[in-house]
């Protein structure tokens, strides 16, 4: 499958916009299809960009998770960094007085909670305050765009909004920023001047294995297309005591504690039989994260079938066994970020859902039929079909 992304189709855009002074949102991970960074590629094209502006970890991608990223220089291009992780999370007024449009080429791996998503939205809402035309190279959804394999929570916006999951989506969303930004624009911003510059040659069933033969890591955990593939569900394991493999070679690609009793867990999981996943015992001692340098009892998982794995009913099950298997050891854990230095109700704002640690108190019985219904994305499906662009 020969795939173009918006950028790439940009290209060919530089005369329409040489008189126009233009900033970029972006960082490393943001390529051409052939693997140069936009922001070098669009230079070198003729645009006239006068700054970058950078998400978490930084415009390199390498920050640590939740550390605030300073300003400063890009060696590739010369160019000013603005953070918008750092003591702001929206471009200034200011930010955007030398600026006609900003472009905006951000990765994503199709999950909730993780942030580029929510950096468009406050790029989003400072275009439409300041009168700036928004210029967003797409590109396609990693975990494929195939509606089917949507799954819920929907964030309870009420209650758990944050800059891991501002407005109403389901958790793993099955769309491009393309088609999300349409959606916001029409819902939330109207005046907003969106210009979205579509993907060539992707269909909705397509994973990034189908279209990407090497896997660009988007920040520093996020580093294969299995990682991404199981960090909706994985990636919960952040408001827990279990390690969710940072430090590691293989980050959101296994779970583990010193205390885990990890050859009963695997038997268990592997037991409820579900699709397109299994799980197996392995040691191993993380060098960042929880439990440094400390030998951890774990179990990875292996996809065996990308276009049938739910990796959030998964994560949700896992810790569902060991909450109950494990109950002295098992706990709950904040998770301090720049943006949430408490770290506190981590679980509610990943899962978009209010007192979320009371549903591991139901019986399995009942914690299996609730999530059902949690998990369920029709109404998402039917909201959201009006934008989608592919």
Same mark, same amino acid.
């Given at each position: 499958m020969t795939v173009r992304f918006g950028v790439d189709i940009f290209l060919k855009q530089a005369a329409r916009y040489s008189s126009q002074r233009l900033a970029l949102v972006t960082n490393q991970a943001a390529t051409t299809s052939t693997y140069i960074p936009t922001r070098q590629a669009l230079c070198s094209a003729g645009f006239n960009l006068v700054k970058?502006?950078?998400?978490?970890? &930084?415009?390199e991608a390498i920050g640590e998770d939740g550390r605030l990223m300073p300003n400063g220089i890009d060696t590739l291009t010369g160019l000013p960094i603005i953070s918008l992780y750092g003591d702001k999370l929206q471009p200034t007024a200011e930010d955007l007085?030398?600026?006609?449009?900003?472009?905006?080429d951000l990765p994503d791996i199709g999950c909730?909670?993780?942030t580029y998503l929510w950096t468009l939205t406050y790029?989003?809402?400072?275009?439409?305050?300041?009168?700036k035309p928004l210029i967003l190279l797409d590109r396609p959804n990693p975990l494929s765009g195939n509606m089917e394999l949507a799954e819920g929570p929907i964030l309870d916006e009420t209650t758990c909004s944050s800059f891991i999951g501002r407005w109403q989506l389901a958790l793993r969303h099955?769309?491009?920023?393309?088609?999300?930004?349409s959606y916001w624009k029409q819902q939330r911003l109207p005046s907003l001047n969106l210009i979205v510059v579509k993907t060539e040659g992707w269909h909705r069933e397509a994973f990034s294995r189908d279209w990407q033969s090497s896997f660009v890591p988007t920040s520093p955990a996020m580093v294969n297309a299995e990682a991404a593939l199981l960090y909706p569900g994985l990636g919960l394991l952040e408001a827990t005591n279990l390690s969710e493999g940072r430090g590691t070679a293989t980050p959101f690609q296994l779970a583990g504690a010193p205390w885990l009793d990890a050859n009963q867990l695997v038997q268990q999981f592997n037991e409820l039989k579900l699709t397109g996943m299994v799980g197996r015992a392995i040691t191993f001692t993380p060098q960042s994260g929880k439990y440094v340098s400390?030998?951890?009892? &774990?179990?990875?998982?292996?996809?065996?079938?990308?276009?049938?794995?739910?990796?959030?009913?998964? &994560?949700?099950?896992?810790?569902?066994?060991?909450?109950d298997h494990q109950p002295d050891q098992f706990?709950?854990?904040?998770?301090?970020?720049?943006?949430?230095?408490?770290g506190k109700h981590h679980l509610d704002k990943?899962?978009?859902?209010?007192?979320?640690e009371s549903l591991f108190e139901l019986p399995i019985a009942s914690f299996k039929k609730t999530l059902h219904k949690l998990l369920a994305c029709e109404a998402w499906i039917e909201e959201i079909k009006p934008y989608l662009l592919y």
């Open positions: 970058l502006f950078s998400p978490e970890h &930084g415009l007085a030398d600026v006609d449009a900003v472009i905006v909730r909670f993780y790029v989003m809402q400072a275009c439409t305050l300041h009168q099955s769309c491009t920023f393309g088609e999300l930004a400390q030998l951890c009892q &774990g179990i990875m998982f292996h996809v065996t079938e990308p276009t049938h794995v739910k990796p959030v009913l998964s &994560g949700l099950l896992l810790i569902k066994l060991v909450y706990d709950w854990a904040p998770y301090p970020t720049h943006v949430n230095p408490t990943l899962s978009g859902i209010p007192d979320s």
